[in-house]
């Protein structure tokens, strides 16, 4: 889910059915669905143009589309009919190459040739059918392996010798690889390649104080600080031992269905969920640009780094939290952190149900200068404690815990499934 920067418009998906639905925030704060758009394949991530009116929409397929913020009337659907975009033009090259075959029911007589028949005519009519959104869409790039994230960038072009920029794709995947091409509509020019991790790499962010910064992290026991443009690592920051410390002081309940983790013992491995950037407000703070905060998979606390204004980033805090993290959101007005948190999943050696339904779905921090470290006491956490007191209510008469867990974890828990295993593994 992201929000524009006015704040009147929100972009939400949808994994069970593909959908990305544009909502209206109204006068009152109630929410207004504009339109929803299905997309062949499950969107992994979302992003805004620079001008915020066309969504960059990537799948874990490889595809990136770019669609409007807001659906064209029908007058300029006719016209879009008539003169289909770029990226459908060679779909109508594609089905004219369709392979026919040339066999038929009045050829093949036994019953092994008529069932691969069968199976050749099924697989030609559904290559005829692929493709076939019914709005405005372009197909802007694609990976051979597997797109976990995407950014997109607009810098300042060095030497002009007028103010102009440039914007760039800025695009993860499976097989280590982070693609930088040119922003839409020329996405399918690449300009380099930021090549130095060994495992995925499932998220990337570019720093807002400087956008020629770039954080990635994924299956690594590291993050890595690049110079982009220049596809130049400026620093490699560790991970896995501060995940280590954490996993050593909590106590998992045994549960069949998870592996237990092995990170505090010095063989298991990191997931990276997600890596956020925090700017500090002008005129608050004098030692850091800014904060990166890093959440990781099955890990109940956040990791927090200072950005010094030299550029050195190093390890700040890491806050533990009541739950797995999910998600976050920051506030840079307020220097908060606002995360949700999986409230299922336990983490005491508590087995009866009523101590683990009081776990909270949300939570926030926000920095103190004062005791130059992050504190519970957010301006928010009033509303904070509103929303936990409604959800706990909801919950004891939502379905059987256990089962509505069971059916939401592979959507929650799939960043380490990218993983590749060696031949000698299950």
Known sequence: MIVNST???IIAVTGEDKCIRVLEVLADNTLLQISERHMPKRPCSVAFTTDESTI????KFGDVYAI??????????DAMDKQPMAAEQPNKQAKSNLFIPAATTLTVHTKRNQQALKNQQSLTSKSSEKNS???AHQLLLGHVSLLTDLAYVTVLVAGSTSPSTRSYLLTSDRDEHIRVSRGFPQAHIIEGYCLGHTEFVSKLCVTPWDRDCLISGGGDDYLLIWKWLSSEVQQRVELKSLVAGVEKKITRAPRQDIEQSTIATGTGSVAVTGIWALQTPSGKEEKYEGYIIVACERVPALIIYSWHKNGKVEHHETLEVEGNILDV???????SILYTIDNIEDYSSATDDQTRHHLPNLGS???????CSWVKDSPVQQSINTINEWAATQESTAPDLELRGDYIRDYL?????LRKRGLDED
């Open 7 to 9: 704040g009147k418009h």
């Open 56 to 59: 960059l929409c990537a799948d």
């Open 329 to 335: 959101a920051v506030v840079p007005k307020q220097m």
């Open 133 to 135: 959104l019914d709005f």
């Open 365 to 371: 921090y926000c920095y103190s200068c004062a005791a």
């Open 68 to 77: 409007p913020l807001f659906e064209p009337h029908n007058d300029q659907k």
């Open 413 to 417: 828990y799939g960043t380490e499934k």
